[in-house]
């Protein structure tokens, strides 16, 4: 972390120095860190272990931070040599020896100065920016909000850092900062094709926390993989269950066909798919097969998945949702295809079951009820909806506009921006162009400056909501921009953006080919 004081005479009132007095704010000692300091000649060392573990028996992560020392004497800033301020951070998840490596950092950095590391900064930034993103032109202001909110996500997430991301981010405690299916419905395919590399390590977080997934589900007397509603260091559930109040951990099992079919889209991306799969793709894709081959009940006539909580949260408790059983019918088939394509026989009950799991469909209204039972009531999120896009459900255009239609209305005003980005999606892919544009003007209330921070409702919910930025720019790239990644083609069907000239994707990486 870095900070620099700079003095600029832009009124040119020839003043060469100014002299500055600084204090430090410490705030409150953290309630989760048992810091010790070390006072050197120019710095402090802050080092302490985390209160309490997700578990017993799981890492105690030591926190180290090496920062500036604040003197209690002025500061004398002028033209020529601006003030640097440096902090240093290391955690033994780096280094077994944390202290040393955030010592050595920060000297090696403070030695640099402050305009080599401004330098840095920003050619790290131009690298990272050139390697995928989206241009507009012709409407400065929209190409600020893109621009921002790529930003958003690209400052939370690292390739070589598979610790996933919350809806929240780093710069928030929102949501605990515990992991959940935003991050692969949301937020990742907003970069699979711009940021492959990020992409895969967001994957790769699900992939090294497999074994605690294992442990869920057999806990409850399931086969597979059973991935927690709330994810962070361990792969543990961190739900809180508040008493039975919060029930998510419970039943908002589909989390597992969302992270299934993230694997699927990226491994449709690769000119060779099996070293994704053998670096722990295929792991996930077929244990969570497994997990819902185990989960189901067999009426005689369909197979049922009861007891679940559907992304629509307001819902509660529900038996057959119409999104939870359609992804569950898609990990499914792709966990056979899979298979098929690495020569090895899948369950023979894998494709009975997903040919016969109930999907929900009203035959007076002609479209698909979000549950079974639903019976018209307003919902907080997009949901039934989600078959059309992210998840390419077949249906006839008249079901798909019904559904469309109906759901639109459903939907509260104030609910949550999670997902709402499919609607003008799945209106576009309709050819409903007003409709899609419509649908996609209203994301911009959850813009606010001055900055263009993305908020979870209009009024109200957590700041800096990443989810909301994800969900915006997969607008531009499979709204508008028409792209679909198919079993072995990119589909790309672009309609033009409304009040912009143009749009372009910078550096769109497509197995192995990179194009504009």
Request: glycine letters at 8%; aromatic letters at 12%.
């Amino acid at each position: 972390m870095i900070h620099d004081i700079a003095l600029l005479d832009t009124a040119q009132c020839n003043q060469s120095a100014v002299n500055l007095f600084l204090s430090v704010n410490a705030g409150d000692p953290s309630a989760d860190i048992d810091f010790s300091s070390q006072t050197f000649e120019d710095k402090t060392k802050y080092s302490g272990y985390i209160q309490e573990t997700e578990t017993w028996n799981s890492t105690r992560v030591q926190v180290v931070e090496v920062s500036t020392l604040i003197s209690s004497q002025p500061y004398t800033v002028t033209l020529e040599t601006p003030l640097l301020f440096l902090s240093s951070f290391c955690t033994n998840l780096e280094s077994s020896n944390a202290s040393a490596v955030a010592l050595r950092n920060y000297d090696e950095y403070y030695n640099l100065g402050a305009v080599k590391l401004s330098e840095s900064h920003r050619q790290s930034w131009k690298q990272l920016w050139s390697e995928g993103g989206i241009e507009i032109t012709g409407n400065l202001r929209l190409a600020q909000r893109v621009n921002a909110s790529l930003y958003a996500i690209l400052s939370n997430v690292r390739s070589d850092w598979p610790f996933g991301v919350s809806p929240g981010g780093i710069g928030t405690n929102a949501y605990n900062g515990h992991v959940f299916w935003d991050m692969e419905t949301w937020v990742y395919p907003s970069l699979l094709l711009l940021q492959p590399s990020i992409a895969r390590s967001l994957l790769e977080y699900r992939i090294q926390r497999v074994p605690r997934a294992i442990q869920k589900s057999s806990f409850y007397h399931l086969s597979g993989a059973w991935f927690p509603w709330e994810s962070a260091f361990t792969g543990v559930e961190c739900c809180p269950f508040n008493g039975g109040k919060n029930t998510e951990g419970l039943l908002e099992i589909h989390i597992n066909g969302d992270i299934s079919f993230a694997c699927m889209q990226y491994l449709r991306c690769q000119v060779n798919p099996v070293p994704f799969l053998e670096e722990g793709g295929k792991n996930i894709i077929e244990q969570v097969a497994n997990f819902w081959a185990s989960r189901v009940r067999y009426n005689g006539t369909f197979y049922l998945i009861d007891n679940v909580q559907p992304p629509d949260e307001s819902a509660g408790r529900v038996n057959n949702s119409v999104y939870t059983n359609s992804i569950a019918a898609l990990s499914l088939t792709n966990a056979i295809s899979v298979l098929e394509m690495l020569g090895e026989a899948p369950p023979a009950a894998w494709s009975n079951i997903a040919n016969n799991l109930l999907i929900p469909f009203d035959t007076t209204l002609q479209g698909h009820p979000e549950y079974e039972g639903y019976n018209g009531e307003m919902i907080n999120q997009a949901d039934t909806i989600l078959m059309q896009y992210p998840l390419g459900i077949k249906m006839s255009e008249a079901v798909a506009h019904n559904d469309l239609s109906y759901y639109q209305k459903k939907t509260r005003k104030n609910g949550y921006f999670t997902g709402d980005n499919a609607y003008s999606i799945a209106w576009l892919a309709l050819n409903e162009y007003d409709s899609g544009v419509q649908q996609y003007r209203r994301s911009f209330s959850h813009i606010r400056g001055p900055f263009d921070v993305w908020w979870e409702k209009v009024r109200g919910g957590h700041s800096h909501f990443i989810t909301g930025a994800g969900g915006f720019l997969q607008n531009f790239i499979f709204g508008f921009g028409g792209i679909r990644i198919l079993t072995d083609t990119l589909m790309i069907d672009p309609v033009g953006l409304p009040d912009a000239d143009g749009y372009l994707f910078r550096h769109v990486d497509y197995k192995g080919k990179t194009n504009h």
